[in-house]
């Protein structure tokens, strides 16, 4: 996996000692999409709710706006071209007949079918994007784009209340604004886990049922790997403890980004919750077609 990916297995150091007047509290709020924007009402901080749909705005300051910038600099997605990525993306898609949409506000109820020919062109200004989409996409078996659990990417627009960052959805991995103008560090993370929902829905019936029979030993050990990258690594933890499906994507994550890591925290737990880990590893590394990552 490239480097951006490989960062997820580290600690989200923070960057308040590098950016003069970044608070603990604004380096959250920027990490979770915020945003400041100098305007003729002078400096408003804010940015997108409920999907997208709608933006809620409120005073901030000069200070403020210049410790936004120095952190986007430093963590944010730049807009930037990059055609050379996004053609090789193109080109990685278009082999395994999956949709790009980069321009659409398309959120609820829109499938992942489509004309080729009626969409807009793509948006120059997402070469950081492009360049890791397609670098996770070349890391992955052939066989996790050539299904028809996944018909199309999009990325940008808005999104139902229900999914404000990134949803998988109708066959269609959607990153939406929220993802789009955040950190790097959250739309890499999200990325590997809509794709992880798009493997989980192309799962046999009897891997699932076996998946999930291992899944309730380890809810009941509470024996998960957390990685932070939107929310704490403690609140993803419990995510995936409550929830079966949301399991299976971000183990997903964790087998692709953390390898290493996940197979040395199964070495460190005791029977019977190891035996359990080993043989949910197992699984993942047969519908990997035995790819392991470092």
């Known amino acids: ?15 308040i000692a590098d950016v003069p007047h970044l608070t603990e509290e604004l380096e959250k709020d920027f990490r979770f999409g915020q945003r400041i924007s100098k305007t003729e009402r002078g400096y408003l901080m804010g940015g997108t709710i409920k999907g997208g749909s709608s933006s809620m705005w409120y005073p901030s300051t000069k200070e403020e706006y210049g410790a936004y910038l120095r952190w986007r600099r430093i963590e944010g997605i730049l807009e930037e071209r990059d055609d050379d990525a996004l053609i090789e993306l193109q080109e990685i898609l278009d082999a395994s007949d999956v949709r790009l949409n980069t321009r659409g506000h398309q959120g609820r109820g829109n499938g992942a079918n489509g004309s080729r020919e009626n969409a807009p062109p793509p948006n120059p200004r997402f070469g ?27 990325l940008g627009g808005w999104g139902p209340d229900s999914a404000k960052a990134s949803a998988f959805s109708n066959d269609a991995v959607l990153m939406y604004d929220f993802a789009i103008r955040g950190a790097k560090r959250t739309f890499i993370g999200l990325f590997l886990h809509e794709l992880g929902h798009a493997h989980e829905h192309a799962m046999s019936r009897g891997t699932r049922a076996e998946l999930f029979r291992l899944y309730r030993v380890l809810a009941d050990a509470d024996a998960f790997l957390g990685v932070e990258f ?45 035996r359990a880990w080993e043989q949910v590893y197992t699984i993942f590394r047969a519908t990997f077609d035995h790819l392991e990552y470092a």
């Open 230 to 274: 939107l929310i704490d690594a403690s609140t993803r933890r419990l995510y995936q403890k409550f929830v079966f499906n949301e399991f299976l994507a971000e183990t997903y994550l964790i087998y692709t980004a953390c390898g290493a890591e996940l197979r040395a925290f199964i070495e460190s737990l005791e029977r019977p919750v190891r």
């Open 1 to 15: 996996m490239p480097s951006e990916v490989r960062e997820l297995r580290d600690a989200w150091a923070s960057r």
């Open 128 to 154: 950081f994007i492009y360049r890791v989409a397609r670098d996770v996409l070349r890391c992955l078996p052939p066989s996790h784009l050539d299904r028809p659990q996944l018909a199309r990417l999009q």
